[in-house]
């Protein structure tokens, strides 16, 4: 099926639990709208919004229009009869996830809208709340009887999926006492990005690129991961968190794991599970020696102009917090086509420029039969660019010749960026994450393998680092991080590609 064509209606109820939260207003109910313009979902959907909140159907309808124009839909569309219809299908039932009774209510409710949307038993529990809900609510979803026995029941959720390899273990177990591992969808957003899924077309779908991707060919691979704003109103959960935890843990190591992995036999769920699980096990995991060398933490202090507050002077933030908002590394790999390229991550808060990108550096030319003079021997590396947001494309550095009389030679970038009427067209990460999980497709969802061994690589650095006070602030807000982090690629005789100034 080509892209842009609408599949085949699904029928399907879902039961979004913190139907009243953040998630819900400004990535669920937008994207359920579009799968709903687009043909996806018909008439045989319903959804459930559950929280403590005693809103009636009629408030539910007029939060989910909402929702809607907020997203940045057309007025006509949104007030449109299409809209209306649509918010039709919603529901609220006031539920207190800790509250045995109203998981009754619930299933009452849910058996109803069964049978009058005809969802043939097919269920999606979202679970668009705090972590520390998930056991309660999968336990109860089966213990009342919710989940049917005559279709299918998917269980859809959120990062953070535990602060360390045990946590994360604890809340795995308490889930799969519900829920096998085949119904699980957890979300790493990053994974329903347009430019992450296509890695894999990159490398896999052009034999020139495929035959240079390994150590005979790369030096060395740089993720980025920059943001330009500081914590805003999110630091709360920052606080118990930090970078490594919010960023490296999951979106860098997905990443890392798309770039390092063999090649599939084919792109399906399984075979692309097996690699990326193959590939993270790849990565070295440190000593705590090796963590402090390898990894570089920072903290964002005021900008140059002091008009930026610093971290600890953010609303909510401890004036003396260890939480670091910027953490660069250095991660090895020992599989077989990538041994002993490093692969060096960066991600951070009040960077100079927002930025995702990543860069493929390849190896000096053996010999430059152009050089005329010893200062003049080396020529500019060949670097593949991946920009993945907000930019999209690739970019391609090469050497020619500089068109002067002799033979000079000097780097030239071949450009492809996306325009912004191709961008609009792609489907936003939630919505493509949602249309799998109706599809039943985990591709782009992350298995439980890959959680607990991302986990085991992070969770010695955190702890590494959580046994020393470190030196914060030391970063100025604007510009690319610590000094220490430039340190990292120095001491290996390279820089980082992506370099912008404010
Ligand atoms: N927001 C985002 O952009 C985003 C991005 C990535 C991941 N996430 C993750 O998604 C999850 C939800 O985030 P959020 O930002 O939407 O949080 P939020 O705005 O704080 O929403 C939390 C929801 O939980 C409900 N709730 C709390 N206690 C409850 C209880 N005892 N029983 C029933 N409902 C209860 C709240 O509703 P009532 O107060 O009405 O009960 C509310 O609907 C979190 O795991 C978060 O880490 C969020």
Redesign the pocket.
């Known amino acids: 099926m080509k892209e842009g064509q609408t599949k085949m209606a699904q029928s399907a109820l879902f039961i979004i ?11 669920l109910y937008p994207s359920l709208f579009r799968l709903y313009e687009k043909g996806y979902l018909k008439d045989d959907f319903a959804v459930i ?5 005693p ?1 009636t159907d009629e408030h539910y309808h007029e939060v989910v229009m909402n929702a809607i124009a907020d997203d940045g839909h057309e007025s006509d569309r949104t007030n449109s009869e299409l809209a209306h219809k649509f918010a039709s299908h919603f529901y609220y039932q ?6 045995t009774e ?1 998981y009754v209510a619930l299933r009452n409710l849910a058996d109803k809208l069964d049978a009058k949307y005809n969802l043939k038993g097919n269920r999606i529990y979202y ?5 520390r ?1 998930f056991g309660t609510i999968a336990g109860h979803l089966k213990s009342e009887k919710l989940i049917t026995d005559h279709g299918y029941n998917r269980l859809i ?4 999926f535990g602060r360390d390899l045990q946590t994360a273990k604890d809340l795995n177990d308490a889930i799969s006492a519900a829920f096998s591992e085949e119904q699980i969808y957890r ?1 790493d ?1 990053y994974l329903g990005k347009e430019a992450i899924q296509s890695i894999a077309a990159l490398r896999f779908g052009n034999e020139v690129i495929g035959s240079l991707w390994n150590k005979a060919h790369i030096d060395n691979i740089q993720i980025t991961l920059a943001e330009s704003l500081g914590v805003e109103e999110r630091a709360g ?1 920052y606080e118990t968190a930090g970078a490594l935890r919010d960023m490296v843990q999951n979106h860098i190591l997905q990443i890392v794991s798309l770039l390092t992995m063999e090649e599939p036999k084919a792109y399906t769920a399984s075979e692309l599970r097996d690699r990326k699980v193959e590939a993270l096990r790849n990565i070295k995991i440190y000593s705590p020696e090796e963590a402090l060398q390898n990894f570089v933490r920072g903290q964002y202090g005021e900008d140059a102009d002091h008009e930026q507050l610093d971290y600890r002077h953010e609303e909510g933030t401890d004036e003396n917090s260890q939480i670091e908002t910027f953490v660069a590394g250095k991660l090895e790999t020992e599989s077989p086509s990538l041994a002993g390229v490093p692969i060096y991550v960066r991600t951070g808060k009040r960077l100079a420029q927002k930025s995702t990108q990543i860069s493929i550096v390849f190896k000096d030319l053996k010999q430059n039969i152009f050089a005329n003079s010893e200062s003049d021997t080396k020529l500019a590396q060949n670097v593949l660019t991946l920009f993945i947001e907000p930019d999209q494309g690739y970019r391609f550095d090469i050497n020619v010749k500089s068109g002067e009389q002799s033979y000079g030679v000097m780097p030239i970038h071949l450009d492809y960026h996306k325009s912004a009427a191709k961008k609009a067209k792609v489907p936003e990460a939630y919505e493509k994450l949602i249309h799998d999980a109706l599809d039943g497709n985990r591709t782009n969802f992350a298995h439980w393998h890959e959680v607990a061994q991302a986990w085991r690589i992070v969770d010695v650095v955190r702890k590494t680092w959580d046994k020393q006070d470190a030196d914060f602030p030391n970063y100025v807000s604007g510009t690319m991080g610590p000094e220490a982090a430039e340190e990292l690629l120095r001491r290996d005789h390279r820089t980082w590609v992506y370099n912008p100034k404010r």
């Open positions: 639990f913190g139907g009243t939260g953040d998630l819900a207003y400004r990535k919004g559950t929280a403590r909140r809103w006031s539920h207190n996830v800790n509250d109203h679970l668009a709340m705090a972590p809900f959720i959120e990062k953070p979300i957003h959960y």
